[in-house]
């Protein structure tokens, strides 16, 4: 267990730039997810924490130790993490029980003290009866579990994943994330988790760090993220929700290109001028009045219908109780709750 | 790898290869780049008849292997042939013994007198030696090229092309010949090239079947070997002739290049795409039978004929039971002088199979570390086993034909004093082979998920720990297969062999060349027949290291 700071990230690779400036604490025991969509660096940023990658400038501190800075390069082996990788990286020539001996094999154990603990984290995530099988011989989320075992026997400070459920059917995922926050719970391990899906993220992590394009977007624990976005970037990655650019003028929003007026709520507060639109698809209605617009596609989805209408060139989303409506009908949408971010 | 050891490690390998490879051939080339200057021009115009004939001879052998190579892939790798497995190992053959034994089988079948095929034909109807003789022996030992490549091809048609020929009426031939045969036809070309590429470099064959002929076939190889016997006065041209045979290498390559660029644009990128045999129907009996002749008299009649020889009291005596004897066998397997060559080949094979894969590993290392600079690492290893064996074996001859001493700072100097002996045959060998451990390094290489030294690293693993416990054992099929390649190849090989060898000492490649050359035919056939038995054991091995690689994956 060690806490970890990150101050001022920088890497770029040849002339693109893939972190810009990163600064994040994570605290002791803490789970922090690293959230963004694909080439937003928070592999890279990943990969810097575990000493594979050297940052530009910045530094890196471990449990308060330097392990990346000015003239500093804790190579990864000295750094007492453990990682489980994305692609696994379970070794095709060792089997189960030798994959996660291998930690314990170069801390000069004894081999009883080695048989003991590879047992113990084994049985961490039920694969006790797989032990002398070989990698070839086993699935995915077995796979998944071996890597999870070999990162988790030497008892790293930190413990890193790197988008570890990505590779795995819909139904595995969600056993092995509940199996993931049980292990948790009970280990207390400092936790970093690499994701490109919210929903993974909204449900394990203490907090979550956002990235976009190489910068940190916003560090915040779940309900707050989702709750109070702190940029529209935010809330249209992590709760989904409609982003429009325009004009905030009389109480109403016109939209940049089209003039769409959308009338706001008297508890929205706005001051006039240039703004941003973000609003979920839960939070618009549709009925008697607001703003008419065409429809260009209802999908049902059970409880609820998505309706969707071209505004400014993108799709506003409305998710609302199914109605008897086709496709260019045009039906009234109405603001019930937005948030502005004023631009400039 | 850090910077600093990267740079390191690129320079520790390229020593070697300069001071043993590059450095020999580009002296070589400068002298024979000036020796029309100190020569004169005229002589060289006297030389045109060996260029003509290697430039005949080597068409004439990819016209052949074309020819044969077309029809047979598209039999072997594409219809519902019976014993098409079989049959694809039986017809690799050719390119996995060396060529020279192939000479000795078809002189043993079609020499003017003695040749069994003429003893049943008729005395004087075929005859061997000569230009199309020569053409006729290369191109079969090329065809395995040609099937290689048409095979490689074959399985990167997507189907659907030839299913959308039939859907729109085509007989199952007809799509064949108009969607399919086009379409590979670029990658069958630029094999039946690499088969011109081998023999215009070949030495054994031309020797065999053009030297001692009347009137004499003479090839560049054969020139330069006749002309650096001669000594000193010969070595200038026998370097503007190398000159001219290692261009030939040049604008193969270019040309190859060219087809395979051409045809990669219209062939699927996706792999493995299975598609169902093509039917032969009533065809079916008559193509059969039609391959297994072809393999029966291209393939196991040079063979036997060599076996039959090696039986025989001498060559040329009437065929009869009685005459069968096994004293050749006894004589030349337990003869010292076999003995001590068979010694010296295993040796020198073992060493340079070493070699090859430990600077093959090292070479595909650095082609990974380094990115850019990698393709120029790779050109660096591959490029030698593209020179013919006589010009490498001729740069060595020159370039160490005095003692090099190196002084390092006043007190500290070494003496390279490598001419006369076996090392000058290791080099060659190692430099020559050199691209098997490469190309097979750099392939599993490729296969390898850099995650997994990176999870060793993060266990805790020091960057040579992490590479001895994961990417080495997994490198191992690899090195193995290139290690048996390199090993048969060193151990069978003739052409530099026959140049290299110190006078007193015995490799089995001189050996054999010298019995089949001068002494006695029978005694070399015995010979042969070591040189095929290890071939087909070392193909075996091969064989079943493939397999346990594909069952533990």
Not at chain 2, 185 to 209: E, I, K, N, Q, T
Not at chain 2, 316 to 327: K, V
Not at chain 2, 467 to 472: A, M
Request: hydrophobic letters at 50%; aromatic letters at 6%; charged letters at 15%.
């Amino acid at each position: 267990m060690a806490a970890i700071s990150l101050e001022g990230l920088f890497k770029s690779y040849g002339a693109t730039p893939v972190v810009r400036g990163l600064s994040l604490e994570v605290r002791e025991g803490e789970l922090v997810s690293l959230l963004g969509p694909s080439g937003c660096g928070k592999t890279t940023t990943l990969r810097m924490l575990a000493g594979l990658e050297h940052p530009d400038t910045g530094v890196i501190r471990i449990g308060g130790e330097m392990v990346a800075g000015p003239g500093v390069r804790v190579p990864p082996e000295r750094r007492g993490l453990g990682m489980v990788f994305q692609g696994y990286a379970v070794w095709p020539h060792r089997s189960v029980e030798e994959n996660v001996a291998y930690p314990l094999t170069l801390r000069h154990m004894s081999k009883t003290e080695v048989a003991a603990k590879v047992r113990e984290a084994l049985r961490w995530v039920r694969l006790e009866a797989l032990a002398t099988r070989r990698p070839h011989e086993l699935s995915g989320g077995q796979l998944q579990r071996v890597a999870l075992a070999r990162a988790l026997v030497a008892s790293p400070r930190v413990l890193l994943l790197d988008e570890p459920l990505s590779n795995l059917d819909a139904a595995l995922r969600e056993e092995l994330r509940a199996e993931l926050a049980a292990l948790r719970a009970r280990l207390g391990t400092t936790l970093v988790f690499v994701t490109h899906d919210q929903g993974e993220a909204l449900a394990l992590s203490d907090r979550i760090a956002v990235m976009n394009q190489g910068v940190l977007e916003q560090v915040d624990a779940p309900e707050t993220l989702y709750r109070e976005p702190a940029t529209p970037f935010v809330a249209g990655f992590v709760g989904g929700a409609n982003v429009l650019t325009g004009e905030v003028r009389e109480g109403a929003f016109h939209t940049a290109r089209s003039g769409t007026v959308f009338q706001l709520s008297a508890d929205t507060s706005a001051p006039p001028g240039p703004a941003t639109l973000v609003v979920r698809p839960e939070d618009l209605a549709l009925g008697e009045q607001g703003t008419p617009l065409p429809l260009s596609a209802r999908l049902f989805l059970g409880h609820a219908a998505e309706y969707r209408f071209p505004v400014d060139g993108t799709l506003l989303r409305v998710v609302a109780p199914p109605l008897e409506v086709r496709p260019g009908q045009t039906l009234k949408v109405q603001l019930r709750k937005a948030r502005l971010f004023s631009v400039g | 790898m850090s910077p600093l050891a990267r740079w390191l490690g690129l320079f520790a390998w390229l020593v070697p290869l300069v001071l043993f490879a590059v450095g020999p051939v580009v002296l070589l080339l400068a002298r024979g780049a000036g020796a029309p200057g100190t020569l004169g021009w005229d002589w060289l115009v006297s030389e045109a008849g060996a260029l003509g004939n290697t430039l005949a001879i080597s068409g004439g052998a990819a016209v052949l292997a074309l020819v044969l190579g077309t029809p047979l892939s598209l039999l072997l790798f594409r219809t519902d042939l019976p014993l098409r497995g079989a049959f694809t190992v039986l017809f690799t053959l050719p390119s996995a013994i060396p060529a020279f034994i192939w000479g000795m089988g078809w002189l043993s079948l079609a020499s003017p007198r003695a040749g069994y095929l003429n003893r049943l034909l008729g005395e004087g109807t075929l005859d061997i030696h000569g230009p199309v003789g020569i053409a006729f022996v290369e191109g079969l030992s090329g065809l395995p090229l040609v099937l290689l490549a048409g095979a490689a091809a074959l399985r990167r048609v997507d189907p659907a092309l030839e299913e959308a020929a039939r859907v729109c009426g085509a007989s199952p031939a007809r799509a064949l010949l108009t969607t399919t045969v086009p379409l590979v036809l670029p990658s069958l070309l630029s094999g039946a090239v690499m088969v011109f590429l081998m023999a215009a470099s070949s030495f054994g064959v031309p020797y065999l079947l053009g030297v001692s002929a009347s009137p004499p076939t003479r090839v560049l190889t054969t020139r330069i070997y006749e002309l650096v016997l001669l000594g000193d006065e010969g070595l200038g041209r026998a370097s503007a002739l190398a000159l001219a045979l290692l261009l030939l290498t040049p604008l193969s390559l270019l040309a190859t290049w060219a087809l395979g660029r051409s045809g990669r644009v219209r062939l699927s990128t996706g792999k493995g795409l299975a598609s169902r045999p093509l039917s032969l129907g009533r065809a079916r009996t008559g193509a059969t039978v039609g391959v297994a002749s072809t393999c029966a008299l291209l393939v196991l009649l040079p063979l036997a004929a060599i076996l039959l020889t090696s039986l025989q009291r001498s060559f040329g005596a009437r065929l009869a039971w009685e005459e069968l004897t096994l004293a050749h066998w006894s004589g030349v397997l337990l003869e010292p002088r076999t003995l001590r060559a068979t010694g010296l080949s295993l040796l020198l094979a073992t060493g340079a199979g070493a070699l090859v894969c430990g600077l093959g590993l090292a070479a595909a290392l650095l082609q990974r570390a380094f990115r850019r600079l990698g393709a120029g690492v790779e050109a660096v290893a591959v490029w030698p086993y593209a020179v013919p064996g006589t010009v490498l074996a001729l740069a060595l001859l020159l370039a160490f034909s005095r003692d090099w001493r190196f002084i390092l700072v006043d007190k500290v100097a070494f003496v390279l004093a490598l001419a006369h002996t076996p090392w000058l045959l290791l080099i060659a060998y190692a430099a020559k082979y050199l691209a098997l451990g490469t190309r097979n390094s750099a392939e599993a290489l490729a296969q390898l998920d850099p995650s997994l030294t990176e999870a060793a690293r993060i266990s805790g693993a020091g960057p040579l720990r992490a590479f001895v416990d994961v990417p080495l054992p997994l490198l191992r099929p690899a090195l193995t297969v290139a290690f048996i390649l390199a090993f048969l190849s060193c151990a069978t090989e003739i052409t530099m062999s026959v140049l290299l060898v110190p006078a007193g000492s015995e490799v089995l490649g001189k050996l054999l060349f010298d019995l089949q050359s001068y002494a006695d035919p029978a005694a070399a056939a015995v010979l042969a027949c070591a040189f095929v038995a290890l071939v087909v054991l070392g193909q075996a091995v091969l064989a079943l290291v493939a397999r346990r690689a594909a069952e533990a994956r």
